[in-house]
């Protein structure tokens, strides 16, 4: 089966994807994989060996990106914030360049998100298909 890329896609930060394999919604994550987006950056943070979000990184590889154009001058300017970690910066710096939704949990970066008109969503909103 292709890849296909949804018309709407959601950025995602790690402690999103965490709490989507938490609670054991992995299958909703695959199946609406082509409306996911993962920075590289979160990628290496929640690939751990043997868990679901590994396998599914590693089947729908498709999903991760990388920098473009300035990103990467717009994650160093958001990472140089306290309480930003490397994940959410990437995310944010991303979801800032693109104009894309972020689906972020932590309070901090969500703030940091919206201060930038960029809408966000709990994890809960993407397993529910509220968004």
């Known amino acids: 089966m292709a890849f296909e890329k949804s018309l709407f ?11 989507i394999e938490r609670n054991k919604k992995m299958t909703i994550l695959r199946k ?53 970690d490397d994940g959410e910066a990437a995310a944010i710096a991303i979801a800032i360049k693109r104009r894309l939704p972020l689906v972020i949990d932590d309070k901090k970066g969500k703030e940091k998100a919206k201060n930038h008109d960029i809408q966000t969503f709990a994890w ?7 968004i």
Not at 9 to 19: A, G, M, R, T, V
Not at 55 to 62: G, H, P, V
């Open 32 to 84: 609406r994989r082509g409306e996911v987006l993962i920075p590289e950056k979160v990628a290496a943070e929640v690939n751990q060996p043997n868990t679901p979000l590994h396998r599914f990184i590693s089947k729908f590889y498709q999903v991760v990106t990388q920098f473009q154009n300035n990103e990467e001058e717009e994650y160093l300017r958001v990472r140089s914030q306290v309480g930003i």
């Open 9 to 19: 896609q959601y950025l995602f930060d790690s402690s999103s994807l965490i709490n």
């Open 124 to 130: 809960q909103d993407f397993v529910k298909g509220i």
